[in-house]
């Protein structure tokens, strides 16, 4: 009976290429390897230390590191105590935080997932691991391998106990997966799903019989003010969601270095004018864009509250959300790519889905939406339509090729190898929406590879 579980960072730093993967052997020391070390382990073998002393240990370390830099401080223990202690709490609150994110859709992914025997699920946007959790538990009798990518190192860090809780692979259950004779292959993998065809190869999975992928961000990310994606509190104009540390690559690099900060005080009147348009939804652009940059010649905005301030209040009556809404969505839009990555992770998962299997995708915004519907009909030898599915002011945005590719209408270079299961979006019952108005905007489509 085991269980590995690897976590892989990839990404691009100061210029330089890097790829470190962390092996952890449940229980053990964390290693860090340059090379994909993959070995099984037992379960009761070598557990001296848990993943909550790992992380321990590992905040022990960046520690360390700040106390020798500050070379005049005379309490290092004192101080090491109280960065620990405060390290705890930060850690607690970011919990708390992300367990409060409700996952979207969930009977409905189930529902989606469940005729399928699932071997190995990939979920592309752990987040919490609400969904994963659920799908696992759902398939425990039959799955063997688990892999979950999240570009936010914080959202994997509180996942993985709770994704090998849902396996009963955890310290609690004795590290023993009951259901399953042949062991489980846990994979937390740090690094956008635009690199799922690469990531995989470097694991050595070959093949997935369910994909998830739950666009956007977490609550974790909105609540969070010190993460920019704010408009209630104060933190830096950042907003990306790999938290800008030794970021998680795109395949266009820019999109982890690029931050809320550059597109605010940095992108043309006209461009910014045309991202609150299109991707904010927002009536008002030209006037939003304008005031920015005016306040923005006085000193660069640095904030999120001071994005507030510029933006101000647009004319007319006051509506229900906040004004800073639609201009905020637009920012963090672009700062992440977030309709470049669903371009390029479709085919991929596509690729990577055995026979049978399923993609099922929940989006936000019309725009993923549009994307989701037109690549999905693509895959299923459906003819293009004349109408461009993503609209022509969204065309804008895009690089040439997916231009061209959006607006052309060329169905014999289409052969069908999926199914689409559902012809019609499937959006939250009025139930849910009533306990989580975010989900008033969610649509799921699925399709099976044949
Ligand atoms: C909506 S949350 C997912 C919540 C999760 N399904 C749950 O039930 O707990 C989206 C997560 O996906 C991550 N994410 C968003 N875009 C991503 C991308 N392109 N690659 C990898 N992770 C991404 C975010 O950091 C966030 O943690």
Request: proline share 4%.
């Amino acid at each position: 009976m085991t269980t590995k579980t690897t976590t892989m960072q990839r990404g691009w730093s100061r210029g330089s290429y890097f790829l470190t993967k962390t092996t952890t052997p449940r229980g053990s020391h964390r290693r860090h390897h340059h090379e994909h070390v993959g070995f099984r382990f037992p379960h009761h073998a070598q557990r001296t230390q848990s993943n909550a002393s790992a992380f321990a240990a590992k905040k022990k370390t960046t520690t360390t590191n700040a106390t020798t830099s500050s070379s005049k401080s005379n309490d290092d223990d004192t101080n090491n105590k109280s960065d620990e202690r405060h390290e705890k709490k930060k850690r607690e609150n970011i919990e708390a935080a992300h367990h409060g994110h409700v996952s979207v859709l969930l009977s409905e992914v189930l529902d989606a997932f469940k005729p399928v025997k699932i071997q190995t699920h990939i979920d592309g946007t752990l987040g919490a691991g609400g969904h994963a959790t659920k799908v696992l538990e759902q398939h425990k009798e039959e799955v063997k391998t688990f892999v979950g990518f999240d570009v936010d190192e914080t959202a994997i860090e509180i996942a993985r106990p709770r994704v090998e809780r849902s396996l009963g692979v955890d310290d609690a259950s004795g590290g023993e997966k009951k259901s399953n004779d042949g062991g489980v292959a846990l994979h937390f993998v740090r690094n956008n799903f635009d690199q799922m065809r690469a990531a995989l190869r470097d694991i050595g999975v070959d093949g997935a019989d369910s994909i998830l992928l739950d666009l956007g961000v977490s609550s974790m990310h909105l609540d969070r003010a010190e993460r920019g994606f704010s408009f209630q509190n104060d933190g830096p104009l950042d907003m990306r969601m790999c938290g800008g540390t030794t970021s998680a690559s795109s395949s266009s690099s820019s999109s982890s270095s690029l931050t809320a900060f550059d597109v605010v005080n940095g992108w043309s009147e006209e461009d910014l004018g045309r991202i609150f348009r299109d991707y904010g939804g927002e009536r008002h652009w030209k006037l939003l864009a304008k005031r920015v940059c005016e306040r923005r010649m006085e000193k660069p905005i640095e904030t999120t509250l001071e994005l507030v301030k510029a933006l101000g209040n647009p004319p007319g009556k006051r509506e229900k959300i906040h004004p800073a809404t639609r201009a905020f969505q637009a920012v963090r839009i672009v700062t992440n790519d977030e309709l470049g990555v669903i371009e390029r992770v479709i085919p991929q998962a596509i690729e990577v889905l055995n026979p049978g299997g399923r993609l099922a995708i929940i989006t936000f915004h019309s725009l993923e939406d549009a994307i989701v519907k037109k690549q999905f009909r693509k895959f299923a030898g459906v003819p293009e339509s004349r109408e461009p599915t993503v609209g022509r002011s969204a065309m804008m945005f895009l690089p040439p090729e997916e231009f061209d590719d959006a607006s052309s209408s060329n169905p014999s270079s289409s052969p069908k190898i999926v199914k689409m299961i559902n012809r019609k979006p499937i959006g939250a019952s009025e139930e849910e929406i009533k306990v989580n108005a975010r989900s008033r905007s969610a649509k799921l489509r699925v399709v099976e590879k044949l």
